[in-house]
């Protein structure tokens, strides 16, 4: 948590303010079982008469006015500077999200962040709140009512001692107890988050394959989890204030014992006893207030602990710069005994991979799935990075180089079309923020989606839902592909990106991209042999492994896995 104080630096005066006002609320309050007793000791048994009386009720009223007054502003400053400082919290983590490496997000995985991105950073906010409302305010009262008790009579005020000194004990015990529970639950909460995500993303795919049932046992399994953590915490949490009660009441008998030996013998007044009391009672309000907070720190602690863990993760991506060192002269693009491993697993997901790529080639990659097709041209944006083995971008080694600048010359269309919300436009200008209507209708022209454009009543400015869900999957992958060539990268990966385009339209498409003026070296992934046979170069994986690197007529005659997938696959055409 102390971490976390940082994002106060914008919040200073509404930090001091909110428990400042709450501290004079405090001293206020402490005051009020002073006048009670003199109204008794005085204005009741001391004969000055109901004037006096008035006039200390009066009193009574304009420091509950004052308290009011107080306690409203504390309240105001405390939620200004816990709002503020959540604001601060989800900027700097959204940003450390998005600079986090794929390998990382990989392992962290999307409802762990989302639930840090929401519930967390929430409870955080909570406790910041709770803290600057009450955590000066509850021990002020506290000992200050111990105080004034030893003020009246001291060993009155003993009592208030020993009583505060056995709450203390319970009240941290349980706190030490919890926090652990509390991430537990967090962590259960993951769980819970996860699996309404997968089931809302893929509701169409449980459905057909009729799902549901297993999916809501699924569902309810992960929830009973939650559901028991969260109880088994509450009930040591809820001890908090039977034992408070329990100490302070047993606290109170003790004192009006002792009080009423002491009125007895004259070192006590009556209304000496009831202000001790009304003390008494203070305190054991304010510990319930600090039980209720320690239980929400406890949260935040918690909370707090697993915002860190993304909050401190180090940046794996390498932004040096190279500029300085001497280039490699030759191949464009050059892969040099490349391994790849995810997660420290037993087995490669590439393993020895070498080959060159010249400027303006067109490559096309094949394997069977899980062959590492994907794998391997994420690494030319640096999405990943190699185990070992060194791959070479316009004569300079990709360890030393900015991931941006590989990826502000790459245009990258990914497996999943994925488009966002807004207008067709304003995706489409992901690629290139200054690209005119024009650029524009050139890229869509060239990713064959002129005619989802004409389609659409408003055209470019035609809003696309969350996930492009009003659009087709072949749509979606064509404005994809336009929102990459927008840009005109000197590289164009396109990763299996036209798997939902019949056989016209992705021949369409490869030639207009052949025929861009600008010749970008393309990377094509694919499963057809029909999209990739034209290439220049033709690389084949097989289990992470290089089967052979050549043009369609060279794979034929020396590739046996090419062959293949060649053959079973015209073979079905034919069929």
């Not at 994925?418 to 209507?437: H, M, P, Q, T």
Request: proline share 2%; charged share 20%; with cysteine.
């Amino acid at each position: 948590m102390r971490k976390l104080i940082k994002y106060l630096k914008h919040y200073k005066l509404q930090s001091i303010l909110a428990p400042l006002f709450k501290l004079l609320e405090a001293a206020f309050e402490l005051i009020v079982p002073l006048i009670v007793s003199a109204v008794i000791d005085k204005g009741i048994n001391g004969g000055e008469g109901w004037q006096y009386i008035v006039k200390m009720c009066l009193v009574l009223v304009a420091l509950g006015v004052v308290g009011l007054v107080c306690a409203v502003a504390a309240q105001y400053f405390a939620a200004r500077a816990a709002v503020g400082f959540s604001k601060e919290l989800r900027h700097d983590l959204f940003d450390k999200v998005q600079k986090l490496s794929y390998r990382q997000i990989d392992a962290l995985g999307t409802g762990k962040m989302i639930t840090r991105m929401t519930s967390d950073v929430n409870q955080v906010q909570n406790g910041v709140n709770m803290v600057l409302r009450l955590f000066m305010r509850s021990p002020f009262i506290v000992f200050g009512a111990m105080i004034m008790a030893f003020v009246i009579n001291t060993v009155a005020g003993g009592v208030f001692a020993i009583s505060i000194a056995v709450l203390c004990v319970v009240v941290f015990g349980i706190m030490l107890i919890s926090i652990p529970l509390y991430k537990k639950v967090q962590n259960n909460l993951d769980k819970v988050t996860v699996s309404t995500r997968e089931t809302l993303t893929g509701v169409r795919v449980i459905r057909a394959f009729c799902k549901e049932d297993d999916e809501v046992s699924k569902y309810k399994a992960r929830n009973n989890a939650l559901t028991k953590s969260q109880i088994f915490v509450g009930r040591i949490s809820a001890l908090m204030n039977p034992l408070t009660y329990v100490i302070i009441n047993a606290a109170i008998i003790l004192l009006l014992y002792v009080g009423a030996i002491k009125v007895d013998g004259g070192a006590l007044s009556q209304g000496n006893v009831v202000a001790l009391y009304n003390y008494m009672g203070q305190i054991l309000i304010e510990l319930i207030k600090l039980a209720n907070l320690i239980i929400t720190v406890t949260k935040s602690f918690a909370c707090a602990g697993r915002v860190n863990e993304i909050l401190d993760m180090p940046i794996e991506t390498n932004t040096a710069d190279c500029s300085g060192e001497a280039e490699r002269v030759g191949h464009f693009i050059e892969f040099e005994n490349v391994c790849v491993n995810y997660g420290n697993a037993a087995i490669d997901a590439l393993s020895n991979i070498s080959f060159t790529v010249e400027r303006g080639q067109t490559v096309g990659i094949i394997g069977g799935t899980g062959a590492g097709k994907t794998t391997l041209v994420n690494l030319l944006p640096k999405f990943y990075e190699a185990k070992s083995g060194n791959i070479f971008i316009n004569g300079k080694n990709i360890k030393d180089v900015d991931g941006e600048h590989l990826r502000k010359i790459s245009g990258i269309v990914p497996q999943k079309a994925v488009l966002f919300y807004g207008s067709i436009r304003e995706n489409i200008k992901w690629g290139n923020d200054n690209a005119s209507d024009d650029d524009i209708i050139s890229a869509v022209n060239c990713a064959q989606a002129s005619d989802v454009i004409n389609s659409k009543y408003k055209g470019l400015d035609e809003i696309v839902e969350q996930g492009g869900k009003n659009f087709s999957g072949g749509q979606r992958q064509r404005l994809t592909i336009a929102r990459a060539l927008v840009k005109k990268p000197e590289i164009l990966i396109l990763d299996d990106s036209a798997s939902a385009l019949d056989y016209a339209t992705d021949a369409k498409l490869r030639k207009a991209i052949k025929n861009l003026d600008y010749s970008p070296t393309v990377f094509i992934v694919s499963q057809r042999t029909s999209s990739i046979m034209n290439a220049d170069k033709i690389i084949v994986l097989d289990g992470g492994k290089l089967a052979g690197v050549g043009t369609h007529d060279e794979l034929l005659k020396s590739c046996e896995v090419y062959k293949e997938i060649h053959n079973s696959q015209f073979e079905k055409v034919g069929a």
